[in-house]
């Protein structure tokens, strides 16, 4: 009964659509006198929050916030635009999304092609390739709002949303001594990528916090994938010093993981498994796996308050906010060991 | 070796971004007359196809295609996207996704914005609620060509990529008669949708072809979820006349279907299982997940070539075409009767 009105309540009361609200509010030339005039007099009768109509008139011309992230296939990115969408929507901006496919190349694209479109500012996560970032330079040369999440670049002063991925690691692996491994290998990229980097430093620092030693041979350095957890899970079963547990760089690789450890006759939790991301599949397979939830859903809510905060200021990039947040461990049958 | 020479070739062999290779033979003004002579030298010296560079240089203004979808953060339609990208991007073309929701009021608010955003042409699939086609119909006015896959709507005069879900109903259903199984009830949703309608009577003609009776009671009208699926379980476990396999109308459903079957003691395949579009995790669950391949990729694939012909004509919509592509059987442990 209390819920705040949003403009998708001023819509309905007038059998418009919500586009047509958000431009009228903003003053669209396009819009008859009439129809603002009645969305005007309709926000007031249903207290629509002055704040959000102040907003709604100062901010930008078209609307459409572009969202650039690696691959929407994964799920973790797939949520993040979901809860970003979300976030958006009752102030009356949409998104549209570019892909790069962890190319640069497609990312330079994707800035160019959305800044052409006309968005009103960009939120993205940079491809795996990225080292160079002159093409997002451009959007804040434009004074539009940038917001880069997960995946940023300390070369750019904007504000920034990621997860504390050295934590991550290290919950992960000290989560695993807790249910009493104690030789606990790491299978991550040979790619020098910072998250994964600072995930591999959390996971050492988690064993020397807890006085266990950190054995080279039980770093695996491959891909990310179903194939390369069963290469790995098979190298490390072919060890004199086994591991009695296996910290996975993501949830398909571990899945390949525990797929080696039930050949091998190992089946989790007998070895340990924990992967990263809690995939959709993570809590159906068996044993069901444990992970990391990287909390996609407030990452996804806080780019877009932080975007609905910036467009409301003189100088975008004035106070630059970077909010770290912090992963949590799921715990399941697949590190049940006591 | 014999590998058609692309525009990516031209891009490394000139170390230059592909979007410039493309407007260079788009014949863009702000590209340099240099590198437009250039660009055409090295895709003479390489062999470059005629046919492709007349398409290119005959097409769009923009290079971009807007992608309606209703969401990404189903498989199936984050498949078609990565498929419809990959045929177009050696033509130079770039994707913009814009996600509905389900809603029509978004979708309507997305074709605007991809239109307003100069995009060549949209290619869609379109929401549940969508009843009314003008906001489509303006695509076509503004002579642009619109394509439209899965869920399409036979008011518009458009080309279509679509599934044979009758069929995919009936081999769902005869896979499940081979497999042994006599008594087969179906979930389904209560939402009246031409491909769930589809599926549903594929259902009652195999049975029906196969001698088999098509009983009222077996047919759970519900939503499509995990929960769903262990509710509509639930529900057949509880007749006097229990099935001995159920087809369920899509695999997240299947798998609320195998976790209550498995809690009442009748792991799959001893009640047989099948699902629809083959969900990531439904090779991954235990037993894994027999289920119906709708064949994202070859759909997508099928937009990108239905595009790149459609702008090569002068009237786009004069010879309308319409593939409709065949569902299969992929069968696993849990309808492994036999």
Known sequence: MNKKTTIYDIAQALNITVSTVSRALSGFPAISEATKKAVTETAKRLNYSPNKLASALKSGKTHTVGVIVPSVQAQFFASIIHCIEDGLKEYGYRIIIYQSNESVDNEINGVRTLLEAQVDGIIASMSLETVNVAHFEEIINQNKPLILFDRVHDALNVPTITLNDFEAGYAATQHLIEMGYKRI??????????????????????????????????????????????????????????????????????????????????????????????????????????????????????????????????????????????????????????
């Open 185 to 338: 290998a790491f299978i991550t990229t040979v790619h020098q990528i910072k998250i994964f980097n600072n995930r591999l430093r959390g996971y050492k620092a988690a064993l020397a916090d807890l006085q266990l030693p950190v054995l080279e041979e039980h770093i695996i350095y491959g891909g990310l994938s179903v194939v390369d957890g069963e290469l790995g899970a098979e190298k490390l079963l072919q060890m004199n010093n086994q591991p009695d547990a296996i910290v996975a760089g993501d949830d398909f690789t571990a899945l390949g993981v525990v797929n080696k450890l039930k050949e091998a006759g190992k089946t989790p939790p007998e070895v340990g498994v924990i992967g990263f991301a809690n995939e959709v599949f993570s809590e159906y397979i068996t044993p069901n796996l444990s992970t990391i939830d990287q909390h996609p859903a407030q990452m996804g809510k806080e780019c877009a308050k932080m975007f609905l905060n910036m467009i409301k200021q003189e100088n975008f990039y004035q106070n630059v906010e970077h909010i770290v947040l912090n992963p949590t461990v799921i715990g399941r049958q697949s590190t049940r060991k006591i």
